[in-house]
């Protein structure tokens, strides 16, 4: 406000002097007062032109708002800050498979299939497909995430929609390689229960296949011992087999052995002996 007033009455000071000076009785202004004139006007311009430089605008005569000052130390308001609103996590809509026994995982439904990993006790496996009866599960192979495989639903704990599951078509059943079971038939001079080199061989015994067990009645096969004692039953599917002397000849211990052979495995060492 103070530079607007001083600013007009430097004005009128100039209109009163240009006044004055034609109105006294004294000759033609000199060439000297026209010159101070034309100084003070041009000290009153650049006054003016410093003001809009260091203001940015030019303040009119009686205009209030360019005159009021921002305290100092006064600061811009800053923007609210904002926090970000939560957002919801989404949960997997597969469902998922956990063991209380470590379970094999295999390429098919069932032992005869091949084993390429393992479900343990702890860990739990996404499952992508069922069996039709509903005992196997196709999950994620836990040792090759990559890979996938059966596993059976003995043990298994389910979490989540087992609806939509597709029922998938086991590969086809391989064919396993056969295995065999082999021994001899001794006599065991000493009756210490082992087969010494002072033993003596049983040639002719006859001895029998059953097979599921020794609770079979009709022997799938006989094999004859040979000269040195030994007999063997080869070309066998996995599964459980029943070995026994014939008892149409002498009593042999012991009377009979349950042998479990796996495809292609040949068990060996399975002895009988004669106690005379």
Do not use: H, K
Not at 97 to 124: F, H, I, K, M
């Amino acid at each position: 406000m103070r530079e607007g007033a001083r600013f007009r009455y430097v004005i009128l000071g100039l209109i009163l002097l240009v006044m004055g000076s034609c109105t006294w009785p004294s000759p033609t202004p000199t060439l000297e007062v026209m010159v101070d004139v034309d100084a003070i006007v041009t000290q009153t311009m650049q006054a003016l032109a410093t003001r809009v430089a260091s203001t940015g605008q030019a303040a009119a005569p009686g205009d209030a708002s360019a005159e009021v000052e921002e305290p100092a130390g006064a600061q811009t308001p800053s923007e609210p800050t904002r926090t970000p609103s939560p957002q919801p996590t989404t949960t997997s809509s597969m469902p998922y498979v956990s063991v209380s026994v470590d379970t094999n995982c295999r390429t098919g439904p069932g032992q005869v299939y091949d084993y390429v990993g393992a479900l343990l006790v702890g860990e739990e496996a996404e499952i992508v497909g069922r069996e039709s009866t509903g005992r196997f599960w196709y999950i994620r192979n836990p040792d090759n995430i990559t890979q996938y495989c059966w596993v059976w639903d003995e043990y298994a704990s389910i979490r989540g929609d087992i609806s939509m599951l597709p029922v998938l078509t086991p590969p086809p059943t391989p064919t396993p390689a056969p295995g065999s079971i082999s021994g001899i038939v001794y006599i065991d001079g000493n009756n210490n229960g082992q087969l010494d080199p002072s033993d003596g061989w049983i040639s002719g015994s006859i001895l029998e296949l059953i097979p599921g067990g020794c609770a079979g009645t009709v022997a799938r096969t006989t094999e004859s011992s040979s000269a040195d004692g030994s007999y063997s039953f080869t070309g066998l599917v996995p599964g459980s087999y029943c070995v026994r002397p014939s008892p149409l000849q002498q009593t042999m211990d012991p009377l009979t052995r349950t042998i479990i052979v796996s495809a292609g495995e040949d068990v060996t060492g399975v002895l009988f002996r004669y106690v005379p």
